[in-house]
């Protein structure tokens, strides 16, 4: 057995031991099937651990950055029903089969559609009330364009959950410099780090049945502080 293969296994291990999607949350995978769309939602138990920690955080405004067809708002809908939920998403396509799927959950969602970075930059303008809970699932290259603006759109105690913090293929931290996505992914994790105002783990995630490690980005926002922070590196400089 390789390595991706035992990360299969454990991946299908946990997920029917620990993941029961409702009903809303099967239909809106099924349809979006159905209807074409890739299979590039957050994994099944990646949607479990958005969901407790949106329980855990007991939000009441959650900013989702990153639509595709609701399957990640949903899971985030549930673990805080009473939440008001603004997600974002640039592909009409996937906006109109998100809107289909909230139509099976009673949840408060809103779903705005068009350029993140401009719907972002809106909301700063016209100060919009801070966001209790920010998940951040979108185009990869554009990470580090996002970071301020959702800074800006947070408050101290915000959790910022970041998905697809380490790429597919790149070489660990040294990706090639043609690969934007993963240049922008490894850009990104190294403003989490150094960042004033966060303090930041990645959670390591595997990606169902391809057995591949990911990780999820968890991030809390603190208070405004003038001290910076360093990249530890290790004796043998890694």
């Known amino acids: 057995m390789t390595a991706n293969e035992r990360n299969a296994a454990i991946s299908e291990y946990i997920t029917a031991t620990f993941v029961h999607e409702n009903d ?3 239909k809106a995978k099924k349809s979006s099937l159905q209807k ?13 651990l958005l969901y407790m920690l949106s329980l855990l955080q007991k939000p009441k405004r959650i900013l989702e950055i990153g639509t595709l067809t609701g399957y990640s708002t ?12 603004i997600t974002i998403e640039f592909d009409p396509k996937h906006a109109e089969i998100a809107r289909s799927n909230f139509k099976r959950s009673s949840s408060k969602i809103h779903l705005l559609e068009g350029d993140a970075a401009d719907l972002l930059t809106d909301m ?14 979108a185009d990869k290259d554009s990470y580090p364009t996002y970071l301020p603006l959702i800074i800006a759109l947070s408050r101290p105690g915000t959790l910022l959950l970041s998905d697809n913090l380490i790429p597919r293929e790149a070489e660990i931290n040294s990706p090639k410099s043609t690969d934007v996505q993963a240049t922008g992914v490894y850009a990104y994790n190294t403003l989490l780090a150094l960042h004033s105002r966060l303090e930041t783990i990645l959670v390591p995630t595997i990606v169902e049945k391809w057995g591949r490690l990911d990780a999820l980005g968890i991030s809390i926002v603190l208070p405004f502080k003038q001290e910076t922070k360093s990249v530890q590196k290790d004796s043998q400089g890694l």
Request: aromatic letters at 8%; hydrophobic letters at 50%.
């Open 24 to 26: 809303a949350l099967g």
């Open 36 to 48: 074409g769309i890739p299979d590039i939602s957050v994994p099944k138990a990646v949607g479990k």
């Open 74 to 85: 949903l899971w985030l809908a549930q673990g805080a029903p009473d939440a008001e939920i």
């Open 124 to 137: 700063i303008t016209t100060k919009v009330e801070p966001f209790d809970l920010i998940f951040l699932d």
